[in-house]
């Protein structure tokens, strides 16, 4: 017995070592939002939830700090849109709701201190499944707020894998003018 269970310890602790020597992390730990920008202004009202949550995991990561004026920003991301979605997706024989699929969709872009165009218009939908009965009305508003709620956190994270993979427009070196090539002249062939 005593065997066993020090062979289930060490199995444990051995699955433990080789899971975390490959590089395996969690998803939301560590640093995920390496941005290659140093300061962004995030174009979402103060009051809105996505907003919060999107500048909460912006400074936690401590390479990047949100700013409260575009014109001091290198990357400036605007929200386009931003909606949410409840649709009908089965009935029963009776005809009444059996599944809504819910969604939640959010068009931005990025755009650096100079205008340029970083990141264009890019939508990002996410939807989910929700059954519903009847008899249980209060506990599904709860279940879909719940729902809500995940989705907007998987859009903040999707939305920092979307920054994280920017790669900011380099200057453009001044090319100093070339000598106009002088055509070949053709030779005759060796007898």
């Given at each position: 017995m005593l065997i066993k269970r020090r062979f289930a310890h060490a199995l444990v602790l051995l699955t433990a070592v080789l899971v975390s020597a490959c590089g395996f992390h969690l998803r939301?730990?560590?640093s995920q939002a390496n941005l290659p920008f140093k300061t962004i202004y995030l174009g979402v009202p103060d009051s809105s939830p996505l907003g919060v949550e999107l500048m909460r995991n912006i400074t936690s990561s401590g390479g990047t700090t949100v700013v409260t004026d575009p014109k001091a920003?290198?990357?400036?991301?605007?929200?386009i849109s931003e909606s949410r979605d409840?649709?009908?997706?089965?009935?029963?024989?009776?005809g009444r709701v059996r599944e809504y699929t819910l969604?939640?969709?959010?068009?931005?872009?990025v755009k650096d201190s100079k205008e340029n165009v970083l990141l264009g218009p890019t939508e990002v939908t996410?939807?989910?499944?929700?059954?519903?009965?009847?008899?249980?009305?209060?506990?599904?508003?709860s279940e879909e707020a719940t729902l809500y709620q995940n989705m907007q956190t998987d859009m903040v994270q999707q939305i920092l894998r979307r920054l994280a993979a920017i790669k900011p427009v380099q200057p453009t070196q001044p090319?100093?003018?070339?000598?106009?090539?002088?055509?070949?002249?053709p030779t005759q062939p060796v007898k």
């Open positions: 939301g730990s560590g920003a290198e990357a400036v991301m605007e929200v409840k649709t009908v997706l089965t009935l029963n024989s009776q969604s939640y969709t959010l068009v931005f872009r996410l939807r989910r499944v929700l059954s519903y009965n009847e008899a249980q009305v209060l506990a599904k508003e090319t100093q003018p070339t000598q106009p090539v002088q055509p070949v002249q």
